[in-house]
């Protein structure tokens, strides 16, 4: 789920790995598995061409139809993993939990300090453990670290557009930034850094089917200390699958494997607000209103771009569900809805064409700031 992006630039990555010692043990990179046995393997190779690797691989398989072919996959891993100082675990659910409680599992699972959340489809980048180490290693009182992320298709090596907040290292607190910024920071999953005993701690079931438990996470550690941020690219997130939410009682009836429809969407974003309105109540800090007017204005685009290619008649149905969540009191989301209804699928070439603008602008204002860095 990479809606939630920023600015975006094409630019050619560095991603030649650094030398270093081979293993940072107190490190869990943890997968939530369903089905995609040709991503995993992608995954696995992006993992073993890191400079240095996690202490500790997690995988809990969540009972999908391509069971069997997984657990093939991490026993052929393991050994090699095992030469270069990693623990490949593969553990196989009982019943089918769903996203949320899956990745409840996996922080109760995992054995390091440190537990980095990572899609099936996802891959790392070369150098992301030593930023990581280096990054928690200067703020070791954070319990979430954010990232800047690229976009690939098929293969890692091909991505080059960059999405990220900021071009600097650095945290985001209540103090110098609006709420609305945790969908920003960490409404994509892939990548996110987490304090495991502190997520432990925090553990609760009350927003199984919502697909945005890390949400939870992340706004507990907003309104208590602040979220990280790490400014190189540490993970590739996949576009173009098709989502496979769906199959756990917890998310039946909203989610159907293979697509997002409207009232899918309303339902996520449903639950954005509960949990957020939860987290306020429980720590006295303001967070609700800045993150509602951040789904009614920036993030109305991107819902609205991802419906715009299935028709008008589900731009109607968007517009409809997000009326009765109150998210169109804005006249962006209007003027989306208005030009994807009287535009059908032909208004995707608008959005495609204000990304492309939005990648040259960031690629501007880079290529400034390195001129200007050199000078």
């Known amino acids: 789920m990479s809606d939630f992006g920023c600015c975006s630039d094409s630019i050619v990555l560095n991603s030649e790995a650094e030398s270093a010692e081979s293993v940072w043990d107190d490190l869990t990179v943890a997968v939530p598995l369903y089905s ?56 196989e659910n009982a019943e089918n939990l769903g996203y949320d409680a899956n990745v409840r599992n996996l922080f109760e699972r995992a054995t390091r300090r440190w537990v980095m959340l990572l899609g099936n489809d996802d891959a790392m980048m070369p150098n992301a453990v030593i930023s990581m180490q280096r990054f928690v290693a200067t703020h070791p009182s954070l319990h979430i670290v954010s990232r800047t992320f690229v976009r690939f298709a098929l293969d ?53 089917g919502t697909l945005f438990y890390q949400i939870y996470l992340s706004a507990h550690a907003f309104a208590t200390g ?8 540490t993970v590739g997130s996949r576009a173009g699958n098709a989502p496979l939410f769906g199959a756990s009682a917890a998310e039946k009836g909203d989610h159907k494997p293979g697509s997002y429809s409207p ?84 208004s995707a070439i608008f959005f495609d064409g204000v990304r492309w603008a939005q990648r040259q602008w960031w690629a501007r204002r880079m290529g400034a700031r390195r001129q200007h860095m050199e000078n």
């Open 263 to 346: 009232k899918a969407r309303a339902s996520m974003w449903k639950g954005i607000m509960r949990i957020v309105a939860d987290v306020e109540l429980e720590t006295s800090v303001p967070i609700l209103r800045s993150v509602r007017r951040e789904l009614t204005v920036r993030q109305s685009f991107h819902v609205f771009e991802m419906v715009a290619r299935q028709g008008r008649g589900s731009t109607v149905a968007l517009t409809a569900e997000l009326r009765r969540l109150g998210l169109m009191g804005h006249p962006l989301p209007w003027a989306l809805a208005a030009f994807g209804t009287a535009f059908g699928r032909r």
């Open 36 to 91: 995609r046995p040709r991503e995993l393997q992608q995954l696995l190779a992006s993992i073993m061409d890191m400079s240095m690797l996690p202490g500790e691989l997690l995988f809990c398989e969540d009972r999908s139809p391509d069971r069997q072919l997984l657990a093939s996959i991490a026993a052929d891993w393991k050994p090699r993993l095992a030469k270069r100082g990693c623990d490949l675990v593969y553990v």
């Open 226 to 233: 602040g979220i990280g941020y790490i400014a190189a690219p």
């Open 156 to 208: 890692l090596a091909d991505a080059s557009v960059v999405t990220r907040l900021a071009d600097h290292d650095r945290v985001f607190t209540s103090a110098n930034s609006e709420p609305g910024i945790i969908l920003r920071l960490c409404g994509f999953f892939g990548g996110l850094l987490v304090d495991r005993s502190w997520a432990v701690r925090l553990s609760t079931d009350r927003y199984d």
